[in-house]
């Protein structure tokens, strides 16, 4: 998916969140905004957003090399995702359809967000996850009999992580189609935003069920030119890929084969570009 | 107020939105981007957010000149609203507290803001702006006993109006206060987003039960600094200022006297300013 204006206000609040997490010290944060802007002018739109955050994170970088800004939303969120996963367990085990309940908490568990949510109130958005399923109303978008039809003749499965706390959701659902098959997931190789990366997911325990590798990405979505030749293979290989979250949707929507796409849908662009509302949960193929 | 950082991607967003309303050429929209982003490193924080849009604006106008790309949007907000105008009065009509339920309809009519909100389903804002009441939890910064108890001894009234479509809220609330008082309604000079004008007010009926002046200005909120003499004369004699709507409030929270502000909050940045959560009714003396 191509960069849209739209994109770019929403690029410049990131820089700025990152500047506050990373110091009180507001002339730091305006100068952050003044190198960000600079960028604006030489960015190309027809690449995706993915590569342009990881460009426009450069400022981020010059100034505080190494920094991990989320590092400590991270730890939160994992945390309290692995705080619910008894929970989310229990909910699958007590489900008439556990593959479909399964499906629907990976989606929900993509509100794990603080870079899309500035005012995220993630105990409300886990209670609203757990008291109930979705409308039909929010599943305009959701290829579930197709994904159910196809999954029955898999044997490898690659799954693109997204979020810290978020990757508990998909162990969920990693849990029930792992049986009887190979499921790789794949992390960032470095840390941008709040995108899980390998302490992560061995954290959350991913490493215990299945294969986990990184992507060899520090972009906020698996953009195909920068990834690995060892994860590449794999995508190229793999009998179905699964894609989580906005970021590897914007990265991979023209890839050069069938993903299942799996993410809520948080702003305005992707809800056009993908034929759904805000705040619809997505399950499609392209 | 001042600008904060958070207002910068804002300021882009109405840039864009401009751009579209004005030419569906996309080479177009992106050099506003370009122009606009250009202008950021040089805005002094110190001033308010109106000074900053109307410094944004002429990358608009010196492509534009003379337009008024809100025109049809506003034409459209003034001719629902008065179609809203019986009903309306009618709910003051049924209401135990007169006063209070024009004041809250007044704030209410300040959702109509094509300009704070790209998706606006005004219909939906409508019905329930009609339908109910405000809750306590919404008017957590709610100063209506000091409102009453000032209006008692007031014998001039100036009355700040905000966008077009709103001011037909605002023709009730100054129905209920107008008698016996003289009230001003001072709406922007020139076009500026979707803010009332002088042809506004008309249509809506303003002229027909108080005076209706402008008050100089051509940005988002009355900046002083921009005022007419024949304004600030009445600024500073009327024994009471009503002020509609964020971007008044953005600019005159400063102002060398007493002001009654009215407003519904938009953005984060209001929110944390006025002490109230983002979606309540604000009333509140400064």
């Known amino acids: 998916m191509r960069t849209y204006l739209d994109c770019i206000p929403c690029f410049l609040r ?8 990373l110091t009180g010290d507001e002339i730091v944060h305006r100068e952050l905004m003044n190198e960000a802007v600079k960028l604006v002018p030489g960015f190309s739109l027809g690449l995706t957003p993915p590569r342009m955050v990881k460009e426009m994170q450069e400022v981020i970088k010059r100034r505080f090399p190494n920094c991990d800004p989320y590092k400590k939303v991270k730890d ?51 209670q609203t996850i757990l008291a109930g399923s979705f409308t039909a109303d929010q599943k305009s978008v959701f290829e579930y009999d197709l994904f159910r039809k196809e999954l029955a003749d898999v044997k490898t499965i690659l799954y693109l992580a997204d ?44 490493d215990k069920i299945c294969r986990v590798i990184s992507s060899g990405v520090d972009s906020p979505g698996t953009v195909l030119e920068y990834c690995s030749d060892e994860f590449l293979k794999i995508f190229k290989e793999a009998d179905m890929v699964i894609s989580k979250g906005q970021g590897n949707y914007e990265a991979l929507t023209e890839a050069p084969r069938k993903i299942f796409f799996l993410f809520k849908v948080k702003c305005p662009v992707i809800a056009r570009h993908s034929g759904a509302q805000m705040g619809d949960i997505v399950l499609k193929q392209l």
Chains 1, 2 share one sequence.
């Open 76 to 126: 939160q969120s994992n945390h309290r995702a692995m705080e619910l996963y008894p929970m989310l367990k229990e909910k699958v085990a007590r489900s008439e359809d556990r593959l479909l309940t399964a499906v629907e908490l990976a989606i929900a568990g993509n509100v794990i967000d603080y870079a899309a949510k500035n005012n995220l109130n993630i105990e409300h958005e886990i």
């Open 163 to 206: 979020n810290a706390g978020e990757i508990v959701f998909d162990r969920v659902l990693i849990e029930e189609i792992g049986t009887g098959r190979e499921v790789i997931f794949a992390v960032r190789d470095k840390p941008i935003l709040n995108d899980a990366i390998i302490e992560d997911a061995v954290f959350c325990g991913l």
């Open 14 to 21: 990131l820089t700025i969140e990152q500047g506050r997490l």
